[in-house]
């Protein structure tokens, strides 16, 4: 039964109306019947054994269900004062019941007996004690609450010191940061807090940087009448961490109440961890008090789900590897794969120096467990295939001559995901299924901004399309968008074939990737000139070097066929939808070439007219709908995958890129933190070669430049030569570059 915290503060409120008139003793005593009160609540799912290693005594709380081989080293708070084995078990035995982890709980020498650095020494001493055992520190997080959580600080400034591996992470439940007691909040909340008063800190603080005064067998804290040699000789670092040099420290998630005194210590620390270029996390819970995680309230549970979702995302903590269906659109995919196409795009940043690859591949470790719809690999069912996490992140890869190399299906089974470093240049190539450019790009720029975090210890903050790597993915993220939509009118899929530039193809599966680079400002007030958007502009651009390139083709014009550009539309504003996942759909704007010739205004006019007609809720939701519907079809459900995929390529082929000339997608203008906008230069986006057709175009805008990349399968640059004369008549001078097959 889970108790109010309106009856556990009143209950607090009044033992600590009468807890500062309490000896030393008497605390300590108070305190070991609290642990021995916690661990009785999770007592049945637990083993419990002691070890003894020299002077320090440490508990072992294995639960009878181990969910994960993460393991828990917990400090126990007390002030340094209180807080023996029974205390140590408590809160120990709570972890590990709930979390299904083996947690290590160190009962260290206590102050005033035993002063400053003796817990730090203790805690070390756990610590490599467990390292001993085998485990690995990237499967080890501290855990601690008031001075246990301050103390997971201070054992790692130790740790790091001796030039060791840190721990994967930090769960600082409360910490007490600062034994000066300088934050406001020892003021502004001394009435709110019923758990814990200044002077009680001030007292803990004594006794453990300044000892007891011997008399009388009682235990008496010395204290020193100079106030600025007490706060010089509390401020050290190994005491108060929030002085400290934060740099390189692990992952943090700070748990507070929103009314202790000591929440300063929380909110500073998380400030001085960001500073530094760590990931931390605050969460600041309203009304609650100090530590009230440890207490069996209701508010409890939400504080469990988050040093859950910490574990996720720091540890490999889930045993069980998630899974989630293909999304509406990706199901025709892994269907419509041939023996020398993948469906495959990239996205890539340049950074201003060269790319750290061990550096980087601590950084994607990181990051592919903050995205497990995308770092996944493909997996067959036996009515659909779906997508499932891997299990750790892919090893960095060479750069090739050539961007968009054939991801073999073998490889998509393995990691649909690849994470290429050329130089300067960090480069992610998705297969389609897992994500389109929208998502890509906001997994690209948290890598990035993870990985500068890592290399220049710089705090980079989240937004913009950079999620924090801390965090849980949330439902809304995963959600397969599409199923959402309904309209009672289903449009046809029906539409006429359009024309195809052909040419001599590559061998081995070359790719020639050319890229226009244009002033940015230059682009947009050229397609403002004609009254459109520089979308417009520039499939209007490129649909008339078709047209020019097909009347060299085709000399009779009856005989010619519609010039037509796909456009992906992003549809997540249209729909309020923040997956990650595959949420774009097409329309392809053109022109019948018999009816007679264009100029580049009238196709700019046209364009826009018919992308204004196609792209309004209600024509999208018509023809979304159709594939939807489909898919819930219980004959389709039903039927075995091997017959699933002859239909749908079926379909692919008849309806998937007959109707258009190639791709124009265009992902707008990328905007990055400032922070991060300094280290990164170049931001580049390139689609694969259609299945059947030579070519496809990405758009990407960054830092003042538009990059226009085209690849291409064949030898002949027929669009590119027929883009730069259509450039070249609207004086426009772009920069142009290409790779060169090394033969």
């Not at 790692?156 to 007490?176: D, T």
Request: glycine content about 6%; some cysteine.
């Amino acid at each position: 039964m889970k108790l109010s915290a309106k009856f556990m503060r009143s209950q607090l409120a009044m033992i600590n109306s009468v807890a500062n008139g309490f000896s030393l003793e008497r605390m300590r005593k108070w305190q070991e019947r609290i642990g021995k009160i916690i661990a009785s609540k999770g007592s049945k799912r637990v083993k419990a054994t002691e070890i003894r290693l020299g002077e320090l005594n440490m508990a072992q709380i294995t639960p009878n269900d181990i969910l994960s081989d993460t393991i828990i080293i917990y400090l126990h708070g007390g002030g340094y004062t209180c807080g023996e084995i029974s205390y140590a078990k408590g809160f120990a035995t709570t972890l590990a019941s709930r979390l299904g982890c083996v947690v290590y709980a160190p009962a260290y020498r206590l102050a005033p007996e035993h002063t400053f650095p003796c817990a730090i020494d203790d805690s070390y001493s756990a610590y490599e004690y467990v390292i001993s055992l085998g485990h690995t520190p990237d499967k080890i997080v501290l855990c601690g609450e008031s001075a246990g959580g301050g103390l997971c600080y201070s054992l790692c400034l130790k740790i790091k010191e001796n030039g060791e591996s840190l721990p994967a992470g930090i769960i600082a439940i409360s910490p007490w940061t600062d034994l000066t007691l300088s934050g406001e909040s020892y003021k502004v909340n001394k009435k709110n807090d019923p758990s814990i008063t200044y002077e009680r800190l001030k007292l803990f603080a004594d006794c453990y940087m300044h000892g007891a005064l011997d008399g009388d067998g009682k235990i008496v804290p010395r204290c020193i009448g100079d106030a600025i040699e007490d706060i010089r000789i509390k401020s050290n670092p190994l005491a108060s961490p929030i002085f400290a040099d934060l740099e390189g420290m692990p992952p943090s998630l700070i748990l507070v109440g929103g009314d202790e005194v000591m929440l300063d210590d929380s909110v500073r620390l998380n400030e001085a961890l960001l500073s530094h270029g760590a990931r931390s996390r605050l969460l600041v819970a309203p009304k609650m008090w100090h530590a009230y995680p440890l207490y069996n309230l209701k508010e409890s549970d939400s504080a469990f789900k988050e040093i859950i979702a910490f574990l996720r995302v720091t540890t490999p903590y889930r045993k069980k590897l998630r899974w989630l269906a293909l999304d509406n659109s990706a199901k025709i995919y892994p269907a419509a794969r041939r023996r020398n196409w993948s469906n495959v795009f990239r996205l890539s940043a340049t950074l201003d120096e060269d790319v750290d690859r061990a550096c980087l591949s601590v950084a994607l470790d990181i990051v592919a467990r903050r995205f497990p719809s995308i770092a996944v690999r493909l997996k067959t069912g036996m009515f659909w295939y779906y997508i499932e996490e891997v299990p750790k992140a892919p090893p960095i890869m060479e750069e090739r001559a050539y961007p968009l190399s054939r991801m073999a299906f073998d490889d998509i089974r393995k990691c649909a995901f690849r994470v290429i470093v050329y130089k300067k240049r960090i480069a992610v190539e998705f297969f389609h299924a897992l994500t389109d450019g929208n998502g890509g790009l906001i997994f690209l720029k948290t890598l990035v901004a993870e990985y500068l975090k890592l290399k220049h210890g710089i705090g980079i903050p989240t937004g913009d399309g950079i999620l924090d790597s801390l965090e849980e993915p949330s439902p809304e993220e995963l959600e397969d968008s599409f199923m959402r939509i309904s309209s009672p009118v289903h449009a046809s899929r029906s539409d006429s074939a359009a024309f195809k530039l052909t040419g001599t193809p590559e061998e081995n599966g070359f790719r020639t990737n050319t890229t226009f680079i244009f002033d940015s400002d230059e682009l947009y007030a050229k397609a403002k000139s004609h009254g459109v958007t520089v979308t417009i502009y520039l499939s209007a651009i490129l649909a008339k070097a078709c047209l020019n390139l097909q009347q060299i083709k085709v000399k009779n014009p009856k005989r010619r066929k519609p010039v037509k550009i796909l456009i992906p539309v992003n549809l997540r504003k249209i729909y309020n939808s923040k997956t990650l996942r595959n949420f774009v759909f097409y329309v392809s704007p053109g022109v019948d070439p018999r009816l007679g010739e264009y100029s580049l205004d009238e196709l700019c006019r046209i364009f826009s007219s018919q992308m204004t007609l196609l792209n309004t809720e209600k024509q999208l939701s018509s023809r979304i709908s159709t594939n939807v519907e489909s898919e819930k079809m219980m004959i389709l459900k039903l039927a075995p995958l091997f017959l699933k995929n002859i239909v749908m390529k079926l379909i692919f082929n008849a309806v998937g890129e007959k109707a258009s000339c190639f791709t124009l997608s265009n992902l707008g203008v990328v905007k990055l933190p400032e922070e991060m906008a300094s280290h990164v230069k170049r931001m580049d986006f390139v689609l694969g070669v259609q299945a059947s057709a030579p070519y496809n175009t990405g758009l990407i805008t960054y830092d003042g430049k538009a990059y226009l990349n085209i690849i291409r399968n064949i030898k002949e640059p027929l669009l590119e030569r027929a883009l730069y004369e259509v450039l070249k008549g609207e004086n426009i001078r772009p920069c142009v570059e290409s790779n060169s097959r090394k033969e």
